[in-house]
């Protein structure tokens, strides 16, 4: 499924943080990660998803890398990071470029504010407006639907390990992004290291 044009030419600069105010006039600013964030960043993963998110094939394909440019976000409320998403560089087995998703994760206190949608969102349209084609993701089809994505647009792909194909999910951020598509997901030859992880945001 092509994310839809409104959408697509979004523009969004990734020194301005997106705002929202919940019921109880606290704020939600999503930004991107700051280098001071990884420790807040780690431990509401770990509550999240537990110590076993480590093992998930998604995992082998981010371990020792650092996200896309840009592409890192955390959601805050009264200063405190309630939410994360990442995007990371990828590519199939011809070196077609694509970014991964996740994981993408919120505290378990603040999952009812809408906080998820907010983040994929806000990640989908910094990834259209730096001009990425694709992103692919493992997750829960039922909430991923809501924002485009399909498993029908995988069909030709695979992870590097055990994968439900019903979870295994893609967004073309441009049209036909995905249609020639093929093989095993990978990570490309001039992705960027750990040592180059996120800049603080301006």
């Known amino acids: 499924m092509t994310l839809s044009a409104s959408a697509a030419q979004h523009r969004h600069s ?13 704020r ?13 960043r780690e431990a509401l993963l770990d509550a999240a998803m537990g110590a076993e998110r480590v093992l998930k094939t998604s995992e082998r394909l981010r371990e020792g890398r650092a996200p896309a440019r840009g592409l ?5 409320v009264d200063g405190q990071i309630v939410g994360t998403v990442r995007l990371w560089h990828v590519c199939d087995a011809a ?24 983040l994929m969102r806000e990640a989908i349209a910094r990834a259209s407006g730096r001009g990425h084609r694709a992103i ?25 390990g055990p994968v439900d194909r019903n979870r295994f999910l893609g967004l073309e951020l441009q049209a036909g992004a995905l249609d020639a598509a093929s093989g095993c997901i990978t990570v490309p030859l001039a992705a960027p290291a750990a040592a180059r992880d996120v800049r603080r945001a301006a």
């Open 14 to 26: 990734a020194s301005i943080a997106s705002l929202r105010s919940l019921p109880d006039r606290r």
């Open 136 to 160: 692919l993701l493992v997750g829960d089809a039922a909430y991923y639907e809501r924002f485009g994505f399909s498993a029908a647009v995988t069909r030709a792909l695979d992870m590097p």
């Open 95 to 118: 070196g077609r470029p694509a970014l991964l998703l996740g994981p993408l994760a919120v505290s378990q206190d603040h999952r009812e504010l809408g906080i998820g949608g907010m």
């Open 28 to 40: 939600v600013v999503v930004r991107e990660e700051r280098s001071g964030d990884r420790a807040a």
């Open 72 to 76: 890192a976000l955390v959601a805050t």
